[in-house]
C-alpha cells in the first residue's frame, strides 16, 4: 500500500490508553494529514481550516494545547492574562538579580517572548562586564546606562535589566534612572533549583567563573532586596487617566463659589469674583518622583518595625508582579494634600497591615482605612501626610459628620467636612490597573521626564 494511502489508527476503542506522544502510528498519522491524496493536492483542500472541526478531537487538543511552561519560569507577568495586560500599558524595569548561570539570560528570553517588540533586554554580558566582588562599579556601566536612558526616551514598555546585581551601589543607579523616567521597578530572581548551588553553577556560568569566586558573589544574593514600601503601582494609562480626573476636580472645585468664599482662610487666597479662577495647581505643587501608587507597608529597606515579618508573608510573596484592579471611590483636598481614596476587596485587604488604619492619639479605624492615592502635596508638606488627613476624614465619618452637601460638580456629590477639607464622591466609581509591587528608590526630588502635560500638579507624585 502506497504511504498516502496508509489506514490511520483507529480511535473506536474509547477503552484503551491513548499513548501517541512519540509513537510510530501518530507520526505516520500525522505525516498522512500533510501528504496529499492519490487524486492530486489540489483535492487536500479536504484538511484546511473549514473541516479542522471533523478531525478527531484528540488531535485537536493536542495540536492548540500549549506548550506547559516550566516551573522555574512561572511568574504572574509570564502567565497571568490580567498582569501581561497591565504591564503591556505600564513602563516596565524587569531587574534580573542572581548569581552567574542560575537561569537568568533564559528568564529574560521568556520575558522578551511574551511582550515581544515592546520589550529590550540589557545584559551586562554584552557589554563585557564580568561579575566579580569590586571596589568600585567599572566604567563600562557608562555605555549600559547610556543605551538604557535611550530606551527609557523611547518609551518602551518593557526593559529588561540582565545582570548579577550583587552590588547596592549598582543598583541605586538603576533605581534613579526609573524614578526619572517614571519606571516602576519589579525585582526578579530566577526560581531554578541551582540558582544558590555554586558547584553547579561552576559549570553552567558562561565566564568560566570557578567555584570559588562563584561563592564569593554568593553573599550579597542570598537576601532579598527590601523596598523602601510595598504598595499597587499604577499602569501607564491607569495613572493618566487618574491625574487627567483629579485635574479636572481641582479646577472645577477652584470655581465653586462654596470653596472661594473660604479659600483665603485654608488655601491662602480668596476673591468673591465670579470670574477670578483660584489657582489650586499652583498650592499643591510639590511633585516628588515615582509612580502614581498606594502604598500598604512603608518597610524603610527592611528597617521599619514589622518589615521583615511582612516581607515573608506567602501571600505577599505570591502577589509580587501581580496585577489587581483598584477601586477609586472618591477624590479629597485638605490644606496639605490632595488625594483620591482607595477601596480594598478582600482579596486586597490580605495585603493591607493590621497597624497602618490607626490616628494619633490612639484612634484605631476599620481596616484599609488609610488607602489612597496621593495627587500632590503642598510646599513642604510630606507625602506621608496623605494618609494621615484620609484618617481624619474617616475619623470624622466614624464620630457621626458625614460632611455637609454643598452641590454637585463633574463627577459627583462635593461635600465639606469644614477647616478647609473637602470630599468629591464619585457617582461612578473608577477602576485602575494596578502591579503590586516595591518603590526602591531615594524618594527624593528628582528631575522628571516624559508623562503628563507640564505644569499638572500630579505629574509624577511619590505615595507613603
Keep these: 500500500m502506497k504511504r498516502g494511502c496508509e489506514e490511520a489508527p483507529s480511535l473506536q476503542n474509547a477503552n484503551e490508553p491513548l499513548r501517541w506522544s512519540s509513537s510510530p502510528q501518530r507520526r505516520r498519522f500525522l505525516l498522512l494529514l ?12 479536504g484538511f ?3 473541516s479542522h472541526a471533523f478531525l478527531p478531537k484528540i488531535f485537536r487538543k493536542m495540536s492548540s494545547q500549549p ?7 512561572q511568574f504572574p507577568f509570564l502567565d497571568d492574562d490580567e498582569t501581561i495586560a497591565t504591564i503591556r500599558e505600564s513602563k516596565t524595569f524587569f531587574i534580573l538579580r542572581g548569581l552567574p548561570g542560575s537561569g537568568k539570560s533564559t528568564l529574560a528570553h521568556a520575558i522578551h517572548d511574551k511582550y515581544k517588540d515592546a520589550c529590550k533586554i540589557i545584559s551586562a554580558d554584552n557589554y563585557k562586564i564580568q561579575p566579580a566582588i569590586r571596589s568600585a562599579i567599572p566604567d563600562e556601566y557608562s555605555k549600559v546606562d547610556e543605551d538604557l536612558g535611550d530606551y527609557c526616551k523611547r518609551d518602551i514598555s518593557v526593559l529588561v535589566v540582565d545582570d548579577t546585581h550583587h552590588e547596592r551601589e549598582r543598583l541605586e543607579q538603576l533605581f534613579d534612572i526609573a524614578d526619572k523616567y517614571r519606571y516602576q521597578v519589579i525585582i526578579v530572581e530566577p526560581k531554578t533549583s541551582w540558582k544558590l548551588d555554586c558547584l553547579q553553577l561552576k559549570d553552567k556560568n558562561q565566564w568560566k567563573l570557578s567555584v570559588d569566586e562563584v561563592k564569593k558573589l554568593k553573599p550579597s544574593l542570598e537576601k532579598d532586596f527590601p523596598p523602601l514600601y510595598f504598595g499597587w503601582f499604577l499602569s501607564k494609562r491607569s495613572s493618566e487617566n487618574l491625574r487627567k480626573t483629579g485635574q479636572a476636580f481641582l479646577d472645577e472645585l477652584a470655581s465653586f463659589k462654596v ?7 485654608h488655601f491662602g487666597q480668596s476673591s468673591e469674583d465670579p470670574k477670578m479662577k483660584i489657582d489650586l495647581t499652583g498650592y499643591f505643587v510639590k511633585r516628588p518622583p515615582g509612580v502614581l501608587h498606594c502604598t500598604t507597608k512603608f518597610t524603610d529597606f527592611g528597617k521599619a518595625p514589622g518589615a521583615e515579618d511582612y516581607a515573608q508573608q506567602e501571600i505577599v510573596k ?5 496585577a489587581f484592579f483598584l477601586t477609586i471611590s472618591a477624590l479629597f483636598i485638605t490644606p496639605r494634600t490632595a488625594g483620591a481614596r482607595v477601596e480594598l476587596n478582600e482579596q486586597q485587604m490580605l495585603l493591607w497591615p493590621n497597624d497602618v488604619d490607626v490616628l ?10 488609610r488607602a489612597h492615592v496621593t495627587l500632590g502635596c503642598a510646599s513642604g508638606v510630606e507625602a ?23 452641590g454637585e460638580i463633574g463627577g459627583g456629590k462635593l461635600l465639606s467636612y469644614g477647616n478647609g477639607m473637602w470630599m468629591l464622591l464619585l457617582s461612578k466609581k473608577i477602576e485602575v490597573r494596578a502591579i503590586f509591587s516595591g518603590y526602591y528608590g531615594k524618594g527624593k526630588l528628582v528631575p522628571t521626564q516624559g508623562g503628563s502635560k507640564r505644569g499638572s500638579p500630579f505629574n509624577a507624585c511619590i505615595i507613603i
Design 48 to 50: 484546511g481550516r473549514k
Design 360 to 369: 494619633q492619639p490612639a484612634v484605631n479605624l476599620p481596616k484599609g482605612s
Design 259 to 265: 470653596f472661594k468664599k473660604e479659600a483665603n482662610k
Design 67 to 73: 506548550k506547559e511552561r516550566p516551573e522555574s519560569l
Design 34 to 45: 500533510r501528504l496529499p491524496p492519490p487524486g492530486g493536492a489540489a483535492m487536500n483542500k
Design 318 to 322: 505570591s502577589s509580587y508582579g501581580k
Design 384 to 406: 506621608v501626610q496623605t494618609g494621615i488627613d484620609l484618617l481624619e476624614f474617616v475619623k470624622l465619618e466614624k464620630a457621626g459628620n458625614k460632611g455637609e452637601e454643598v
